[in-house]
Nanobody
Framework: QVQLVESGGGLVQPGGSLRLSCAVS????????VAWFRQAPGKEREWVSC????????YYADSVKGRFTISRDNAKNTVYLQMNSLKPEDTAVYIC??????????????WGQGTQVTVSS
């Protein structure tokens, strides 16, 4: 059974940092690209970042470029999203996805349930 489980969300003040984790089970993480998405209340799901299976290709949405860093630890079957200089507009449920392809361009078969990130003073 494939599972993606996010953790690390919480309440943080503007300018603060959080590190999200996406723990994968049921498939070999090093064979697949993994992406992070986010969804704010009343808004559509937004793609945030992706890392290819090899880790050699990394992409970010313009809204987070320079502030967020995606990484992976295949030995731990976990993908991370380090979020710095957080802004109130980063508030959303953050969701990881993966399990279809080694590339970031071919979609996602499996999704996690998400972890809430709230940026507020």
């Amino acid at each position: 059974q494939v599972q993606l489980v996010e953790s690390g969300g919480g309440l943080v003040q503007p300018g603060g940092s959080l590190r999200l984790s996406c723990a994968v089970s049921g498939f070999t993480l090093d064979a697949y690209a993994v992406a992070w998405f986010r969804q704010a209340p009343g808004k559509e799901r937004e793609w945030v970042s992706c890392i290819s299976a090899s880790g050699g290709d990394i992409y970010y949405a313009d809204s987070v470029k320079g502030r967020f860093t995606i990484s992976r630890d295949n030995a731990k079957n976990t993908v991370y999203l380090q979020m710095n200089s957080l802004k109130p507009e980063d508030t959303a449920v953050y969701i990881c996805a993966g399990g279809r392809s080694e590339s970031c361009y071919k979609g996602w078969d499996y999704w996690g349930q998400g972890t809430q990130v709230t940026v507020s003073s």
